[in-house]
């Protein structure tokens, strides 16, 4: 893989971000989740062959985005949608190897859109540093999701290693029935002075802007579009700031993208930043029943209206 181009490297994330934005002329994000069981029964040529499967799969979608010039401003797989059909104790690597290829493809049709590899890590210092290298130098990914939940030092390791053009998108108010469990708890930050109590997830919001202050241009945020209230009080906290955010949660979830944009601008939150991600719902828009006939144009007709209702 060829990451980082040499333009890029002078650019922060924020910045690629800005121009890959301007250059699709939307905020859309689209996922790359593979499920080997849904996949179009045309497509599956050997039930054990993953990699060709998959290969053969998300190459017919992404030729056929490109020749329609469907160009998003963001692709984001989930890792472990991939790695889950290696079985390295058999030396088979047929998730990695289709998910590099996938990857190769995506650099080729669609050059300068940012890949957010959606791995959620975070752990000690030392070993945060070698996720972070799994993430930039192994991947080759542009952006990847951390979870704050071990603190400073399990977050700054991707900012460092990663460098201005990276980003590291930080878990703060996620798209799932659970998040409220912890993400939502009160909480007095024992680095402010005031005891005034607050959701966990806006002191998770402060130290995202407290990074950023070090990390200028490569911190942003994780938070799902499901829940609106949320969303909006976040996005307003973070509009002058302008942190990037990541927001899952449109399409299979239930949020619908349109809603979500006029939300973001209700908020004063620089759109241009925001990614809004749909996976199974763009790759995948027939969920449990077999894939009809037309399954290609289903994808592109719902790949076409993210980008649609996503335009800025
Ligand atoms: O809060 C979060 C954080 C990450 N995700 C991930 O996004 C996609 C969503 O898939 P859909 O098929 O569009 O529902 C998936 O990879 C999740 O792990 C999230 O949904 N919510």
Redesign the pocket.
């Known amino acids: 893989m060829g990451f980082p181009k040499k333009d890029e490297v002078r650019m922060t994330y924020r910045d690629i971000l800005n121009e890959s934005a301007r250059r699709a002329g939307n905020c859309a994000c689209v996922?790359l989740?593979p499920r080997p069981g849904n996949l179009p029964r045309k497509i599956v040529m050997d039930a054990g062959d993953h990699h060709g499967n998959l290969v053969r799969f998300f190459s017919i979608l992404l030729k056929e985005a490109a020749r329609r010039n469907l160009k998003p401003a963001a692709f984001?797989p989930?890792i472990g949608y991939w790695q889950c059909l290696d079985a390295p104790r058999k030396g088979d690597y047929q998730g990695s190897r289709a998910l590099a290829d996938v990857l190769d493809m995506v650099e080729e049709l669609f050059p300068g859109v940012p890949v957010i590899l959606?791995s959620k890590r975070g752990d000690i210092a030392s070993s945060s540093t070698n996720y972070a290298h799994e993430a930039f130098n192994s991947w080759g990914a542009h952006a990847v999701?951390v979870s704050p939940y071990m603190g400073s030092d399990s977050v700054e390791p991707f900012a460092s290693v990663g460098g201005r053009h990276r980003g590291v998108y930080v878990?703060n108010r996620?798209?799932?029935r659970g998040a409220q469990d912890f993400q939502g708890m009160d909480v007095r930050d024992r680095n402010d002075s005031g005891e005034k109590k607050e959701p966990l997830y806006m002191a998770v919001a402060r130290r995202i802007v407290t990074w950023e202050k070090t990390y200028g241009g490569t911190l942003g945020a994780?938070v799902?579009a499901t829940s609106p209230a949320e969303l909006g009080a976040l996005a307003s906290f973070y509009a002058d700031h302008e942190i990037p955010l990541l927001i899952?949660?449109?399409?299979?979830?239930g949020a619908g993208a349109t809603d979500t944009v006029s939300l973001l601008r209700d908020s004063g939150y620089p759109v241009e930043l925001a990614r809004i991600?749909?996976?199974?719902?763009i790759t995948m828009p027939w969920k449990d029943t077999p894939a009809p006939d037309s399954w290609e144009d289903m994808c592109m007709d719902a790949w076409s209206r993210l980008l649609e209702e996503t335009v800025l």
Not at 248 to 253: I, R
């Open positions: 996922g989740d984001k989930n959606d999701t878990l996620t798209s799932n994780v799902g899952p949660g449109v399409g299979s979830q991600n749909s996976s199974s719902g």
